[in-house]
Nanobody, 127 residues
């Protein structure tokens, strides 16, 4: 059974940094794209960042460009989201997910394209 587990969330002041990790078990992530999504209270789930299976192609939401970086470590079966210069509007539960397809050239934005999800990790940014 596939399991994705996020970690690294917490409370940070505006301008601070956090690094989220997503560890997979029961399935290798080496052939699938990975994505990070977030959902704030009362808002819809939104795409944050994606990375293709090789790590050579990444995609970021406009709201986080220049502040967030997505990466992956195939050997450790883990994906990461480095979040710098955090803002109060980044406050949300962050989820990682694995793409339904394999060996996709580019990561995808739609949550419907992802099949396995983690339980989420809370990120709270105070002003």
């Amino acid at each position: 059974q596939v399991q994705l587990v996020e970690s690294g969330g917490g409370l940070v002041q505006a301008g601070g940094s956090l690094r989220l990790s997503c560890a997979a078990s029961g399935r290798t992530l080496s052939s699938t794209a990975m994505g990070w999504f977030r959902q704030a209270p009362g808002k819809e789930r939104e795409f944050v960042a994606g990375i293709n299976w090789s790590g050579r192609s990444t995609l970021l939401a406009d709201s986080v460009k220049g502040r967030f970086t997505i990466s992956r470590d195939g050997a450790k079966n883990t994906a990461f989201l480095q979040m710098d210069n955090l803002k109060p509007e980044d406050t949300a539960v962050y989820y990682c997910a694995s793409d339904r397809g394999i060996y996709s050239s580019n990561p995808r934005r739609r949550w419907e394209d992802y099949d396995y999800w983690g339980q989420g990790t809370q990120v709270t940014v105070s002003s």
